[in-house]
């Protein structure tokens, strides 16, 4: 071993967004509002012409998002963030952080986030992520066309979960599910939420991540190769490798995926390692791959804005895909 | 003109490493709008003999000072570092980088501070990457962890004279090393490629604790996709002045015109 092997911290493997909420330094920045990237429509699209960034979009909207006040042109295709979250309500600061979330998609051209919610102590209890599932669909409505929810469960809450699946994609309209870390992917507690999903036509963003050390806090973190098990098992389920750039050797999840054709990857993290994109690109195709934050917004944007990948390539990461996937719902 | 204080040159021995030539590093800077950078040997970090991977170095960016700005690995726990820090200086290093962590030393060791001591006596910057890789990519034969900010902050306060570059670090808004009023000489720069300038916003807060002066434009390419770091300045929300100091003025001060 090289190095002094000092502790490795904790949060290792829990990226940014899937971490619990962490403590936001209450010193606002300074705005200077002459340079500051305007927050109106047309405006931003200036913005977004002055930075080069994000020139191709994805080409069909998102199902279930409808127009609403601070919805982006429709005449301008979509940027969909497939992994993104609301801040749990527990937390005081919970609105105006919803809103600098919002702000942040404003100011890099991302019109669509779908988002969900953690409770801040896994594994959750049913009464936790029916909560949490609430305040989400809240936040759809307080932001309309912007936000999209995944439904966040327990699969080990048994039937409240799959009930709370189906309810969350039927009545609030909801765009697919959240896993976690509480049970591996293919342990079969699991399956009956991924045949909801199936059911619903849904999509599953599973948490993952695949490290060359333990992870003590994550005993049951999926990888790649359980994800790829479990899209064996039931290839109808249209399945989401989450952050490929949070989640430890990105060489090795791309090449676990590789033979696991209904497998989608996220490009989110905060890894800001080059090449990914274009080896993911390579091994699994660009029709698979999802772009993606997980809160670390620059981090996902500059990727796809440095992946040498025709643009047509691009747009389909930064919407396309996931706008197809998106209209795969039931009903 | 943008300059990157945070570049590298040559094989990582983890990872394929594209770019790293000084043809493919110029032209990924052209093609990015990056003017000049400051590269030091990926090679030198795990080299048993860092000073093999500083004349790899050397020869890779002959005829190019105007553009590539070498920086020195030297690690002050092997034979003979003295003697390479002065070959260095010779060969037209124009600064150093220290990997405390992969070279199994501390920032407060005696044999670090004489090397600060020695750099500071030839006016080199000395800059000092918080980490390589994410700790979370690291390979199974590796297990370094990240320097230490507090360990850091310790180094700066006992060498006021010296000059610090901190590269892919972050968190130090939340820490002495962000705030003016902490006591600490301002005698480092905090390269920004690890943090971001929107949401969390730790770059923005570092303007307003610490002042635009004391930033410094960094990718750590071509670990590190490049356009990360522009859109993270790009889209900062500060005046066209603090913009311009942070993309390369600050760091020009200190490393001097192309």
């Known amino acids: ?331 | 003109m943008i300059l990157d204080v945070n570049a590298y040159l040559g094989p990582f021995a983890f990872r394929p490493l594209r770019h790293n030539t000084a043809d493919g590093l110029l032209g990924l800077m052209d093609a990015k709008g990056i003017g000049r950078a400051a590269v030091s040997s990926a090679s030198a970090i795990t080299y048993r003999n860092a000073q093999a991977g500083n004349e790899e170095l050397a020869a890779e960016v002959r005829g190019r000072a105007d553009r590539l700005i070498p920086f020195a690995v030297i690690n002050p726990a092997y034979a003979g570092w003295r003697d390479d820090l002065q070959a260095c200086r010779e060969m037209g290093f124009r600064g150093l980088r220290l990997y405390p962590g992969w070279h199994r030393y501390a920032l407060s060791d005696p044999a670090c501070l004489e090397l600060v001591d020695a750099a500071t006596a030839m006016r080199l910057p000395i800059s000092i990457p918080m980490r390589v890789e994410d700790v979370r990519n690291q390979s199974w034969l590796v297990n370094v962890p990240e320097v230490p900010l507090a360990e850091v902050a310790a180094l700066v306060a006992a060498r006021p004279d010296a000059r610090f570059l901190l590269l892919n670090g972050a968190g130090f808004a939340n820490g002495p090393l962000g705030r003016k009023d902490s006591g600490l000489p301002p005698n480092y720069l905090i390269e920004i490629s690890r943090m971001d300038s929107v949401l969390t916003d730790e770059i923005g807060r570092l303007v307003a604790s610490l002042g635009a002066d004391r930033l410094a434009f960094g990718t750590g390419m071509p670990f590190h996709y490049p356009d990360i770091s522009l859109l993270k300045l790009e889209a900062l929300r500060v005046d066209e002045a603090d913009r311009r100091r942070i993309a390369g003025a600050n760091a020009e001060s200190w490393l001097g015109p192309a």
């Open chain 1, 1 to 331: 071993m090289i190095g002094r092997g000092g502790s490795r911290s904790l949060a290792i493997l829990i990226d940014r967004a899937d971490a619990p909420p962490r403590t936001r330094d209450p010193t606002p920045p300074e705005v200077d509002d002459v340079t500051e990237p305007p927050r109106d429509p047309a405006s931003r699209r200036t913005f977004l012409k002055r930075t080069g960034a994000l020139a191709a979009l994805a080409a069909s909207p998102a199902r279930g998002a409808q127009p609403g006040a601070d919805a982006p042109p429709a005449a301008r295709p979509r940027v969909i963030d497939c992994h993104a979250h609301l801040h749990h309500r527990g937390r005081p600061s919970w609105e105006a952080d919803d809103r600098a979330l919002v702000d942040a998609a404003d100011r890099l051209g991302i019109d669509v986030l779908c988002c969900s919610m953690l409770t801040p102590k896994r594994p959750a209890t049913a009464d936790g992520f029916r909560e949490c599932n609430r305040w989400t669909a809240d936040g759809m409505k307080r932001h309309p066309g912007r936000i999209l929810g995944y439904a966040y469960v327990n699969p080990g809450a048994g039937a409240e979960a799959v009930d709370e699946v189906r309810r969350c994609v039927q009545e609030y309209g909801f765009i697919g599910v959240k896993l976690y870390n509480e049970f591996f992917c293919t342990d079969p507690v699991v399956f009956p939420v991924i045949e909801a999903a199936i059911d619903l036509g849904v999509p599953i963003l599973h948490h993952a991540g695949h490290v060359h050390h333990p992870l003590p806090d994550q005993p049951r973190i999926s990888d790649g190769g359980r994800l790829a098990e479990l899209a064996a098992r039931y290839p109808e389920a249209k399945i989401i490798c989450a952050h490929a750039c949070g989640g430890g050797d990105w060489e090795w999840t791309i090449k676990a995926l590789r033979h696991a054709p209904t497998v989608y990857l996220d490009t989110s993290g905060s890894v800001p390692d080059d090449a990914v994109v274009e080896m993911a690109a390579k091994v699994l195709g660009v029709d698979r791959l999802l772009f993606g934050c997980d809160m670390s917004m620059t981090q996902g944007v500059g990727r796809i804005r440095g992946a040498d990948l025709p643009e047509a390539d691009k747009a389909k990461i930064l919407g396309g895909n996931m706008a197809k996937l998106l209209a795969g719902r039931a009903g």
